[in-house]
């Protein structure tokens, strides 16, 4: 994205990677349930403007998150846990797709995984900025989804996301009104789309 952490931030003299890690899990732990508004940015790439969108994201361990674009489009994207279903209501045409493992290490999900598997799945690195700390975790296996990923918290209140994918495009996601811990309705993870929508299982 347009947003990208400065390289001028320093490792942590202190924080080994297994210290890393075990922090990062700590913090994740600490959050059972997970209710946000956000805007992601996509960086510029040849041919392609830069995108914004402002959306909602609920998350609840365990594997469950509701990732809900309101704008300037609509989408919708559903866990329970079993199935990710992928809702696009211009085109009234849903994805269905299991939550295999290459999905259990997608973004959303990291809220909503199991904390302590992370340190085989990834190496773990922590910067300081200020008041917060970024943790770095770039995947273990070579044909991740993604090549590396930013998670900056403030105590256990995160605050910003950043993905660079295989092919060197960023995305940075901002949270606002973070609420910890609250309880969501099961409904929330349950979708139905509208008759006539084309169903489509990969």
């Known amino acids: 994205s347009a947003l990208s952490f400065s390289l001028s931030l320093l490792l942590l003299p202190a924080l080994s990677l297994a210290d890393a890690g075990s922090s990062l899990a700590v913090r994740l732990k600490a959050i059972q349930s997970l209710d946000a508004d956000f805007t992601q940015t996509t960086q510029a790439t040849k041919g392609k403007p830069e995108s914004v969108v402002l959306g909602h994201i609920q998350a609840k361990k365990p594997g469950l998150f509701r990732w809900e674009v309101r704008r300037p489009y609509s989408q919708l994207l559903v866990s329970d846990g079993r199935e990710l279903k992928i809702f696009d209501p211009d085109l009234l045409q849903m994805t269905i797709r299991p939550v295999s493992q290459e999905l ?99």
């Open 104 to 202: 259990s290490q997608t973004p959303a999900l990291l809220f909503t995984g199991n904390a302590s598997a992370l340190q085989k799945q990834f190496s773990i690195s922590a910067r300081k900025n200020g008041a917060s700390v970024i943790y770095t975790l770039t995947p273990k296996a070579k044909d991740s989804v993604f090549a590396d990923l930013s998670l900056q918290f403030k105590g256990n209140e995160p605050l910003s996301m950043s993905l660079r994918d295989s092919l060197g495009q960023q995305t940075h996601i901002d949270f606002f009104r973070v609420k910890r811990n609250v309880v969501l309705p099961a409904s929330a993870f349950r979708f139905t789309p509208p008759t006539g929508t084309d169903i489509i299982r990969e």
